[in-house]
């Protein structure tokens, strides 16, 4: 197996939404290279992974130039995945993510990641009107849209990839190698400079779909069930069992699971005049004041919907705060 270190300047992302679930947080952005779609008969042929700080940036790429390499390879990403707070990838939820936990099953290896993955395709397809705008939503087609094609050198395909891997194990060809390094290199780069497609999103919206990492809380699912609020995830670290059902004081109830690591949280809202709200202030206490700049929190009271309306912003930021603290 080879490894390759590159070390580079590229500018840091940030905005307000953006910062409002992931701010001090550290990611990784990730892709891989494999011999085919399935992996339950194809390989990981090159695994790469952006490291961020700042402006300063460096790509590592781990790639098979030997057969019995996959192994190796797959070790040395889990435990570089592992060390981050979550990852960022372009359709990682429906490939790259359960290719690898299949190929290190295969392995006997432990895929024990980091929860989070913020997948800009799902965020791009679902969640925005691109898709009428564009021909494809392929991350190229991306780049092109946000005028940064400019900064790709690479200009071969994933298919394409693979059919010069195979070549590349029969002649061993810097050339070919260098190509498809190349091709990965370039996509982590340039995934990380799209993310800025968030502004053209409904990005709250997104994350109240997809989930967010709250305190030790991966929320998964979120949704309105009649006048409640209603809360699915899972503890992340030291899991432990707790009930709590509303009182008046705590208007809201929640079950914590140890075992199964299962957390569902219900918090009972009232209806009038169209709108369902609930005593955010009675929950939060003083940390209230941390959401009180949102639109639809006034006076302690958080609108969670109004005339059909979801204020997936609001929600989310009480989620937030509930959380974490």
Do not use: W
């Not at 059909?308 to 009480?318: C, D, S, V």
């Amino acid at each position: 197996m080879k490894k390759i270190v590159d070390h580079l300047h590229i500018d840091r992302y940030v905005s307000k939404t953006f910062n409002m679930y992931f701010k001090n947080k550290s990611f990784a952005v990730f892709d891989i290279e494999t011999t085919g779609l399935s992996p339950a008969y194809c390989k990981v042929i090159l695994s790469g992974i952006l490291l961020a700080e700042g402006d300063e940036c460096q790509v590592i790429q781990f790639f098979a130039d030997q057969v019995g390499d996959e192994k190796e390879i797959l070790q040395q990403t889990v435990d570089i995945l592992k060390s981050v707070d979550y990852i960022i990838t372009y359709n990682g939820r429906h490939f790259d993510i359960p290719f690898m936990e299949k190929r290190a099953r295969k392995h006997k290896i432990d895929f024990d990641i980091c929860p989070y993955n913020l997948d800009l395709y799902l965020i791009v397809n679902g969640h925005s009107e691109l898709k009428t705008v564009l021909p494809n939503l392929k991350q190229k087609s991306i780049e092109i849209f946000m005028g940064l094609a400019s900064g790709r050198d690479d200009e071969i395909s994933g298919k394409e990839s693979v059919d010069l891997y195979h070549r590349y194990m029969t002649t061993k060809s810097f050339d070919l190698e260098r190509q498809i390094l190349l091709h990965n290199h370039d996509d982590l780069i340039q995934l990380y400079r799209i993310l800025p497609i968030i502004s053209k999103v409904n990005f709250h919206k997104a994350m109240f779909k997809l989930g967010f990492v709250a305190g030790n809380v991966l929320i998964q699912r979120v949704n309105m069930a009649g006048r409640d609020l209603h809360v699915f995830g899972s503890q992340l670290k030291s899991p432990i069992d707790y009930i709590s059902f509303p009182t008046e004081d705590t208007p809201f109830s929640i079950t914590m699971d140890s075992a199964s690591r299962d957390v569902e949280l219900i918090v009972p809202g009232q209806a009038e005049a169209g709108a369902i709200y609930f005593d955010a202030q009675a929950i939060l206490g003083e940390n209230v004041k941390e959401i009180e700049k949102y639109p639809s929190v006034t006076n302690g009271y958080l609108i969670a919907e109004e005339y059909g309306k979801i204020h997936h912003m609001e929600i989310n930021a009480f989620l937030l705060s509930f959380f974490e603290r």
